[in-house]
């Protein structure tokens, strides 16, 4: 069974054309990558058709014989219409993404938000497997997340849901592009980890993230917060213990709101693994409303490769699948 997975992001649209197993495993049997550009949407659109064509092409694959093509889209898209109703990003507004691209390559197209994809691929293949409700945070730039429960992506009845980089966790906090002030992503994304660090340099001169930033406090990058915690510095180490406590406040809050059976964090940040991960749970553990329940939403590290960026939107068909 093949389908191809599209991710539209605001620098490269990648596509990968997958196979699923019998066993529900899948694999990329060929992916392409292409500048995503500044051009019209339809430009856009047909380069993602040329680029169906052309992993199948690379993986010696008929595409009369792929199933469907779907499509993480970095914005508003409405599932049902089709249509992509907001993208700042990449400037679209009200683009018929699903009819026109069907047009192009004959396929039947599925599109969802790029977040929601990626926790349907948790939910399928990932750490969710198995479990009845998944929650997926993924700590990138800003952060973003979706929920999935017995198969069906939260969205809202407008699908724009579980923007939870945008719940506060500090009033009257850190300026946010959406608005608010105290944006739990002000604190918690890399984003927000470079801003408290750079905080931190300024009242700490002595601190080694001054001389890993080469004495530029706009070359601050989250590697050079953990860089110099491993070098011993204390203001280092102070900022990662805050970022934790951020990352934490807002988790907890998801975790009482949904009682997800598992919680993936995902994201560049998640490649520290369990420094990041036990000093999470061990404030997990004392905060969780449910604490003292004999049963606890497990807390873990996403294990997908970077090819998820494309599983998830070849896997988003069967979301339909399964709530029929
Ligand atoms: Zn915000």
């Not at 009369?64 to 907001?86: M, Q, R």
């Amino acid at each position: 069974m093949y389908s191809i997975g599209i991710d539209l992001g605001g620098t490269n649209i990648v596509a990968g054309l997958i196979r699923l197993d019998e066993n529900g495993e899948a694999s990329t049997l060929a992916s392409h990558k292409i500048k995503t550009g500044n051009g019209t949407s339809d430009e856009m659109i047909a380069n993602m058709g040329q680029l169906c064509f052309d992993v199948c092409d690379k993986a010696g694959i008929d595409i009369k014989d792929v199933k469907n093509v779907g499509i993480g889209v970095p914005g508003l898209a409405n599932k049902k219409t089709g249509v992509v109703e907001v993208a700042v990003n990449i400037g679209w507004s009200d683009v018929p993404l699903r009819d026109k691209l069907k047009a192009i390559t004959g396929l039947d197209v599925y599109i969802d938000n790029d977040a929601n994809a990626l926790a349907f691929s948790e939910y399928l293949i990932g750490g969710g497997k198995g479990y009845g409700t998944s929650l997926t945070v993924t700590l990138g730039t800003g952060i973003g997340g979706g929920f999935v429960e017995d198969g069906r992506i939260y969205t809202g009845f407008n699908y724009a849901g579980f923007e939870i980089g945008h719940i506060v966790i500090e009033r009257g906090g850190r300026p946010c592009p959406c608005g608010r002030e105290g944006c739990w992503e002000r604190y918690a994304s890399a984003t927000g980890l470079i801003m408290t660090a750079q905080d931190y340099m300024i009242d700490h001169p002595e601190s080694k993230m001054w001389e890993l930033a080469s004495g530029d406090i706009t070359k601050v990058e989250g590697k050079t917060v953990f860089d110099a915690a491993d070098l011993g510095d204390t203001t280092a180490k102070a900022v990662v213990t805050s970022y934790i406590e951020a990352v934490a406040v807002g988790l907890i809050n998801m975790i009482n709101l949904l009682q997800p059976d598992i919680c993936i964090i995902t994201g560049g940040i998640a490649r520290q693994g369990d420094r990041l991960l036990k000093p999470l749970l061990a404030i997990c553990e004392k905060e969780v409303f449910s604490r003292n329940s004999p049963h606890n939403t497990q807390i873990v590290m996403s294990k997908l490769d970077d090819h998820v960026s494309v599983i998830g939107p070849a896997l988003l068909y069967m979301e339909k699948t399964i709530t029929d």
